[in-house]
């Protein structure tokens, strides 16, 4: 079946780096659009990274640029972001998210709004000292 599993949430302190792992089974996410999205006690759920595959076209949010980056690692059928000079408001839910090539959108459509066919179960970034 289709899944996407994800890992390396935890406990950070401000400025401290983590980087998330996001496991695909079932398809190959090197053909799919990818994201992160996240979200946060009582606000709605946000688009921190998108790319799109036919071009490898890449945004990020205003809030997160210079500070995350987003890959994947095709041979491990693996999407990752990486997330540097953490602060408290970096804290929420991340999920990943995968969404089929086509029809072409934009990745700051696909962030902004939250369009994706798979995600996965959510993992919990807290930071805080």
């Known amino acids: 079946q289709v899944r996407l599993v994800e890992s390396g949430g935890a406990l950070v302190q401000p400025g401290g780096s983590l980087r998330l792992s996001c496991t695909a089974s079932?398809?190959?996410?090197?053909?799919?659009?990818i994201g992160w999205f996240r979200q946060a006690p009582g606000k709605e759920r946000e688009g921190v990274s998108c790319?799109?595959?036919?071009?490898?076209?890449?945004y990020y949010a205003d809030s997160v640029k210079g500070r995350f980056t987003i890959s994947r690692d095709n041979a491990k059928n693996t999407l990752y972001l990486q997330m540097n000079s953490l602060k408290p408001e970096d804290t929420a839910v991340y999920y990943c998210?995968?969404?089929?090539?086509?029809?072409?959108?934009?990745?700051?459509?696909?962030?902004?709004?939250?369009?994706?066919?798979?995600w996965g179960q959510g993992t919990q970034v807290t930071v805080s000292s």
């Open positions: 998210a995968a969404r089929q090539r086509r029809p072409i959108i934009t990745p700051q459509a696909m962030c902004i709004t939250s369009r994706s066919d798979y």
């Open positions: 079932g398809f190959t996410l090197e053909i799919y659009d």
């Open positions: 790319r799109r595959q036919s071009d490898g076209d890449t």
